[in-house]
């Protein structure tokens, strides 16, 4: 039990960061800090995505040591193989070496398979037992969450020829942008305040909602001059 | 008309159609945006759109006139799925042709109100805004990558705070509503794409169109399922589905008239979408049934979402407030069409889709021509308008007539389709709503109507006036499309039939 | 001209006519000549029409589909034709009638009104003709948003409240009831199209037919069965020239005209004899008959009076379709016919009353027929025709329900048809008598409003229905016949 839970101390600091984010936008009044609240809750995400991303042992995804000299020959004539064989008309060579990495996170509760790539290197290595269903039968018996998935991580540099363990690549780049897409949101949100600030003289959303009240009931009540200065 | 467009076509739009639909106003919004005037930058942006509405009429062609109905256009020549993939079937073409289209009518119609709501030096970063609302929604309806997705969502999400933003000139309350509506629309789209790493962890992938045969072959797993919940919370926030439509009805109220005609019309839609997607296309039969789950899911909160907003449209003293109230509801229409599972309901949901775009995008524009010449939206500003200007408020009355759900306009057929593809299923206390709500609906809207062609001005200084001509040729082309779909619904439903086989592939041959 | 195209020129004359009147806004005298000459030409179209009509086959046209199974048909049928006729003929006269009240009265808006009036006869034109549920419901709702302006014409708050009540009780009704009924038909049959012998006939349960036919009967709110009623009254606000034609002719007629094509094409009387819900709402109607009438007994306003009056009568005709035998319908057909006559005859006298001294209250008139005997003497025949006492046009319908209520055993409804009868005397005679003998001692009645009385239009109109009355009596087996084909028999 407590390894279980302590297997999955990443996922617990997300949930743990995501409430606390969602309670902060929820329950603050102040407008700067529900855009603190909202970033904590983003950024609690981001690390969602670097969970998934992680290979135990693995480092940052850049070619190091023996790949990144011997890219050239080591791989490329596994590639010519296997670009034969490829039905997925893949075309471009600096993925492919990486591929074999996200294939080595198998598990079925939380991180990633990536089931085409698997086919693929199935179909090079295992052709006569490579089937589609390939991605679903590894996944099955590997039933140890990311962080301790390093073994399949090894067994998968052997089918890529591959020297090194590397994280998964793809979701530091989906998270990349999300992070762009975060701050763009923070700046507008921001400039929103200022705008509020400058024309209710707040940024407490409970005194801006008084001051429109009180202004839609001076316009219920007709008044013309209480309408003028809300514009 | 198609193949006419499709044959004077060069071969290299016929081949890059789809990137050129998104890319084209992504381009002409950064450059409009260094337009000395927004007049400049109006025209760009109806330029704009332009070549987007043909990009989807030349990929309507394409897609009926493949075998099979998709056209899949590789980015960058990465092929999928691990390229991004540009995918258009006879789902996302419909949205495609409707975002396109009333993206076209609405920037024509645009100039006069943006002159009169928005201070001049801000025009050209206004259309450089608009043009990027534009390509992300048009982004979000072609995509067929879940992460791209996400990404066209913030985009035209991003633009829409900034865009309602701008109505503070005439009212600061669009400012608080613009906050509120970007802390909302963060939140639904953080949920999102929590949802999105669900399912990138669940099958690796993150084309639609593959994780949708991942999850086939892998079958259901609490994974999936998470990713489900958190991708229909997140895109329920950004439909407005009710109980998450709380930031709508002011966002709509407040921003500039423009704004509110073109969200209202496109935004929703384009989020109820990516819902439909992903429910029937990408979650797959057995991961989610949606003869069933949907049912418990989405038909008792939409039948609420049409009760209860079209109660509370019915006491707005604000005529956008409560035509904002009724998309809410409406919206509780679409998916009350897409919840019962069935191709004939998901097609009377998107032919209310279809219809209510129209009709909302008249009604708005009407407003908006009414807030250009008279000033003030309350209903009490509106009395007595029917003889100051009879062309706007005609096509109030005829757009309003289709919101009632009248015979001879495009509301009837559409109520008609759901309540056929309700009581085909047995579901007569849904059909029962339906009809309970559209009483509803004759209250609201006849509170206006009354207001406006039986009650003398309340301003005796309105005299005569229209909104400008190019103001009221949009208006009507809406309009009498709404007309005309009511009597000839053939074209739109042959659109929707398809679109509803396309996405419903498993059940595809039940009526 | 072949019938279809005499078909499709019922629906466009009215059409034309509204134009017309619209472009002749400045110019009063061509547009109310324009009503006229359309009325006219719509009468002439609806006359060829009937005569080229052939052992109860009428001329069918169709103008497409909006979309599957949802056609624009129309096919005149003997009923139909019937209607059509009664609702241009009374165009006619009321639009006479018309000319001298909004001028006697000074209103405003007549370009609307005469508008709005030329559109009704549209809704009611399309009512008659369609040739299935769709195309009448389509024209049905027409005739609802037509009206309306109507109702609410004279603007203040108590029209529009009125005018409010009407829309929203008559387009509640049929959105709410009516068009669920069409779907579900649509659902059950596959089909909407009107079927002699009846659509639904052998395809549903009794249980379904059953909540059907509820759904329609109350559904068709313009046949104003009780607890739908309320309209009708509230409808009274408008000018009388409205009450006359629409509340009197065009949209209630099309209510009960639309009930009794339901029971005869969508149920058929087979359907019908079999169905529970077909004795419900059988008591229904007889509840609306006698509740009705007494509640015109305790109405002084003349016109709520006539009002409720008119809900009772309409409630006949529901109460014939609902015996489920030949001579119900008989009676039903020919009740749309012989009240319409007698009813708009009522109206037009209350409307000359009111334009000659502005009394609206029953009280008030005792003594008046001294003044206005003509008027009188209309009102006079026109309530003994409602009555149904022969020699007038109203004494056909009573004779046939009472036949159709003693061939269908049911007991109880001849006792509430009796009853009726003598309650409709005890409401409708006193008014004319006390007007035309006034006891002694009564005061002299109110002077006129006007010097010079009632506009001559606004007298001649409900002379020549109220003669109608008489010359339709013997007219009566003449379209006994025609509409025979409708109640099953040969």
């Known amino acids: 039990m407590v390894e279980f839970i302590l297997g999955r101390a990443n996922y617990w600091a997300i949930i743990g960061l995501m409430m606390v984010g969602l309670y902060i936008t929820f329950q603050s009044t102040n407008l700067i800090k529900r855009l603190v609240g909202l970033s904590v809750f983003q950024t609690s995400v981001f690390l969602f995505y670097i969970t998934l991303g992680k290979v135990a042992g693995g480092s940052a995804p850049i070619l190091y040591g023996k790949d990144a000299l011997g890219h050239g020959d080591s791989h490329g004539g596994g590639h010519g193989s296997h670009s034969e064989a490829d039905d997925h008309g893949r075309v471009y060579v600096p993925d492919t070496p990486v591929e074999g990495h996200d294939a080595g996170q198998l598990d079925d509760e939380g991180s990633p398979i990536d089931p085409a790539l ?42 890529t020829g591959l020297q090194e363990v590397y994280s998964n690549p793809l979701p530091h ?26 024309s209710y003289g707040t940024i407490e959303s409970d005194e801006v909602r008084l001051k429109d009240i009180s202004i839609a009931d001076a316009q219920d009540a007709d008044d013309p001059e209480v309408i003028g200065s809300g514009e | 008309m198609i193949e006419a467009i499709m044959a004077s076509s060069p071969d290299f739009l016929l081949r890059h159609a789809p990137i050129l639909l998104v890319i084209t106003p992504l381009v002409l919004a950064g450059i409009s945006s260094f337009m000395p005037n927004g007049r400049l930058a109006w025209c760009l942006s109806i330029l704009a ?50 975002i396109t289209i009333i993206g076209f009518l609405a920037a024509i119609f645009s100039w006069p109100t943006v002159a009169a709501e928005v201070r001049q030096e801000k025009r050209a970063l206004f259309y450089a805004a608009y043009l990027i609302c534009f390509t992300g929604l048009s982004g979000v309806a072609i995509t067929g990558d879940a992460f791209n997705l996400f990404v066209f969502l913030e985009i035209s999400s991003i633009a829409t705070y900034v865009l309602v933003a701008l109505g503070g000139n005439r009212d600061r309350r669009a400012f608080p509503a613009a906050f509120n509506y970007l802390i909302m629309g963060t939140i639904g789209a953080t949920f999102f794409v929590i949802g999105v790493g669900f399912l990138y962890a669940a099958t690796g992938t993150l084309n639609m169109a593959d994780i949708a045969d991942k999850l086939a072959q892998s079958g259901s797993s609490r994974t999936a399922q998470a990713a489900f919940a958190f991708i229909v919370v997140g895109l329920g926030i950004k439909a407005a589905a009710w109980p998450l439509h709380l930031w709508l009805p002011n966002a709509y109220a407040y921003a500039p008239s423009f704004v509110t005609m073109f969200l209202s019309a496109t935004a929703t839609k384009v989020a109820i979408y990516a819902l439909v997607r992903f429910a029937f296309t990408v979650f797959s039969a057995n991961i989610f049934d949606p003869g069933t789950d949907f049912v418990f899911l989405f038909g008792p909160l939409a039948m609420i979402a049409m009760l209860a907003c079209s109660f509370q449209a019915i006491f707005q003293s604000d005529v956008r407030r409560m035509l904002a109230y009724s998309s809410v509801a409406q919206v509780g229409y679409i998916l009350l069409g897409v919840s019962v599972g069935t191709a004939a309901g998901l097609s ?158 498993m059940i595809e041959g039940q009526p | 001209m072949s019938p279809e195209t005499l078909l499709l020129a019922t629906l466009i004359i009215p059409i034309v006519t509204a134009v017309a009147i619209y472009l002749l806004d400045a110019v009063p005298d061509l547009r109310e000549a324009s009503t006229l000459i ?30 599957p199974g949802l056609e624009f048909a129309f096919k005149l049928e003997p009923l139909g034709a019937l209607f059509a006729l009664v609702a241009s003929g009374l165009w006619i006269v009321n639009s006479l009638y018309s000319i001298g009240y909004m001028r006697g009265n000074r209103e405003r808006n007549q370009t609307r009104f005469y508008m709005c009036f030329a559109i009704a006869l549209l809704g009611a034109m399309g009512v008659a003709a369609a040739g299935n549920l769709f195309t009448l419901f389509i024209f049905y709702e027409i005739l609802t948003v037509s009206t309306y302006p109507l109702v609410a014409h004279k603007g203040d708050a108590n029209a529009q409240r009125g005018a409010q009540i009407y829309l929203l009780t008559l387009l509640g009704t049929s959105i709410g009831l009516f068009l669920l009924a069409i779907v579900g038909t649509s659902t059950v049959a596959g089909s909407l199209d009107f079927v002699p012998g009846g659509l639904l006939n052998g395809q549903v349960t009794p249980l379904v037919g059953s909540v059907l036919l509820l759904l329609f009967a109350f559904g068709i709110g313009k046949a104003a069965l009780m607890p739908f009623h309320f309209w009708l009254p509230n409808a009274m606000v408008a000018p009388t020239p409205v009450s006359a034609l629409l509340h009197a002719v065009a949209v209630v007629k099309a209510g009960v005209f639309a009930m009794l094509k339901v029971a005869a094409y969508i149920f058929g009387i087979d359907l019908l004899r079999d169905l529970p819900a077909t004795d419900w709402v059988l008591a229904v109607a007889c509840f609306t008959i006698v509740a009705s009438s007494l509640i015109a007994l305790t109405k002084d306003n003349l016109k709520a009076r006539l009002a409720y009056s008119t809900v009772g009568q309409l409630a006949y005709v529901t109460a014939g379709a609902m015996l489920a035998t030949q001579a119900g319908f008989m009676g039903g057909g020919l009740q749309i016919a012989a009240h319409a006559m007698g009813k708009i005859t009522l109206f037009m006298c209350a409307g000359a009353i009111y334009v000659a001294t502005g009394l609206t209250e029953i009280s008030d008139m005792r003594g008046l027929g001294k003044r206005m005997p003509w008027i009188f003497g209309a009102f006079f025949v026109a309530s003994l025709s409602i009555i149904g006492i022969p020699p007038l046009a109203g004494g056909w319908p009573k004779f046939q329900l009472l036949l159709g209520a003693v061939e269908a055993e049911h007991t109880y409804v001849v006792w509430v048809l009796l009853v009726s009868s003598l309650l409709n005397i005890a409401y409708l005679l006193p008014i004319p008598i006390l007007a035309l003998f006034p006891p002694r001692g009564t005061p002299e009645p109110a002077p006129y409003k006007r010097p010079e009385g009632a506009p001559r239009l606004v007298v001649i109109a409900p002379v020549i229905t109220a003669a109608g009355t008489l010359v339709l009596f013997f007219a009566m087996g003449a379209i006994a016949e025609f509409i025979l084909p409708i109640a099953g028999g040969v």
Not at chain 1, 187 to 192: D, I, K, P, R
Not at chain 2, 373 to 400: C, E, H, K, N, V
């Open chain 1, 173 to 198: 780049v989906l998270i990349l942008t999300a992070i762009v897409v975060g701050v763009a949101t923070l700046s507008v949100g921001l400039a929103l305040v200022v705008r509020i600030r400058e």
């Open chain 2, 49 to 98: 759109t332009a070549a987007s509405t043909i990009c989807a009429l030349v990929l309507l062609g394409e897609v009926q006139t493949t075998p099979g109905g998709v056209v899949s256009y590789a980015l960058g020549g990465w092929a999928p799925p691990i390229g991004i993939e540009f995918r258009v079937d006879a789902l996302n073409i419909l949205f495609l042709l409707l």
């Open chain 1, 118 to 159: 698997v086919d693929d290197s199935g179909e090079h290595t295992e052709a006569a037992a490579g089937d589609g269903n390939e991605a679903t039968d590894h996944g099955s018996p590997v039933p140890d969450d990311a962080a301790e998935g390093s073994v399949a991580g090894v067994e998968q540099l052997e089918l």
């Open chain 2, 348 to 505: 009377a949901g998107l032919f209310h889709l279809v219809s209510h775009a129209l009709l909302k995008g008249a009604l708005f524009m009407a407003v908006a021509g009414i807030v250009l010449t008279y000033q003030g939206t309350r209903i009490s500003d509106f009395a007595g308008l029917g003889r100051a200007a009879p062309l706007t408020m005609t096509a109030f009355a005829i757009a309003g007539f289709s919101l009632i759900g009248m015979p001879l306009t495009a509301g009837f057929q559409s109520k008609w389709l759901l309540l056929q593809a309700m009581l085909d299923q047995g579901w007569g206390f849904a059909a029962a709503v339906i009809v309970a709500a559209s009483i509803l609906a004759v209250i609201y809207v006849g509170r206006v109507l009354q207001a406006v062609f039986f009650q003398p001005p309340a301003n005796p200084r309105k005299v005569r006036q229209e909104a400008p001509l190019i103001l009221l040729i949009p208006l009507w082309i809406m309009t009498l499309a709404t007309l005309w779909f009511g009597i000839q619904s053939g074209t739109v439903l042959a659109l929707t039939n398809e679109a509803a086989n396309a996405a419903i592939p």
């Open chain 3, 38 to 67: 359309g009325a006219s030409a719509l009468f002439v179209t609806a006359i060829l029409l009937v005569a080229s009509m052939d052992g109860g086959e009428g001329a069918s046209l169709n103008l497409g589909q909006a979309a």
